[in-house]
């Protein structure tokens, strides 16, 4: 089974900007694989932050935007705020209705 | 409002069964692919299985595959997780997941979970 792969942990300083990926074990990501990212913040559910690699879900700030960087989707945060301390999901769809998540990225502000 | 809440979760020992349910409202859910999700203590998240609109296609991870059946009621809002032969590994809060399919592949709206304990 494909393996997603993200940092485990970034740190980025107030007011800076961070870009988190996720790559795929045995293949590039592109667009065909629907690449979405997800923001949870401990005992919350998830929240839908991009969808189809670029497109930021509805109110969603756009300090967040979505991008393929060489061979993996990326989250760049733009003026990381003290609230964007999260955890960090990607998700790639797979095909046939099914889809394998990235282990996450633990996003410190600091 | 656009709302889903799982119920059903507890605790279960190993071998026992656990049926899952996640009912709907703001939308109109029979018009939506629906996924579980779920997420082990301390873990990341994991896709567990889908099931189309007209429940005609459905797929299960591997890690619960043989062990799990996916199921809606459309006439009642609802979606369901029929979990047996569960293991402590199934440990987790399962969250029900509105899908959007067709050009897209994401999930969009998300319920607040409900949580499977396994154990003896």
């Known amino acids: 089974q494909a393996v997603v792969t993200q940092e485990p942990s970034f740190s980025v300083s107030p007011g800076g900007t961070v870009t988190l990926t996720c790559g795929l074990s045995?293949?590039?990501?592109?667009?065909?694989?629907?690449p979405s990212w997800y923001q949870q913040t401990p005992g919350q559910a998830p929240r839908t932050l991009i969808y189809t690699t670029t497109t930021r879900s509805s109110g969603v700030p756009d300090r967040f935007s979505g991008s393929i960087l060489g061979d993996k989707a990326a989250l760049t945060i733009t003026g990381a705020q003290a609230d964007d301390e999260s955890d960090y999901y990607c998700?790639?769809?797979?095909?046939?209705?099914?889809?394998?998540f990235g282990g996450g990225t633990k996003l410190t502000v600091l | 409002e656009v709302q889903l809440v799982e119920s059903g979760g507890g605790l279960v020992q190993p071998g026992g069964s656990l049926r899952l349910s996640c009912t709907a409202s703001?939308?109109?859910?029979?018009?939506?692919?629906m996924n579980w999700v779920r997420q082990a203590p301390g873990m990341g998240l994991e896709w567990v299985s889908y099931i189309s609109s007209s429940s005609r296609t459905i797929y299960y991870a591997d890690s619960v595959k043989g062990r799990s059946t996916i199921s809606r009621d459309n006439a009642k809002n609802s979606l369901h997780l029929q979990m047996n032969s569960l293991r402590a590994e199934d440990t987790a809060v399962y969250y029900c997941?509105?899908?959007?399919?067709?050009?897209?592949?994401?999930?969009?709206?998300w319920g607040k979970g409900t949580t499977v304990t396994v154990s003896s």
């Open positions: 998700v790639l769809y797979m095909g046939s209705g099914t889809w394998v």
């Open positions: 045995s293949a590039s990501v592109s667009t065909s694989y629907y």
């Open positions: 703001g939308f109109s859910f029979g018009t939506y692919s």
């Open positions: 997941a509105r899908t959007m399919v067709d050009y897209f592949y994401y999930m969009d709206v």
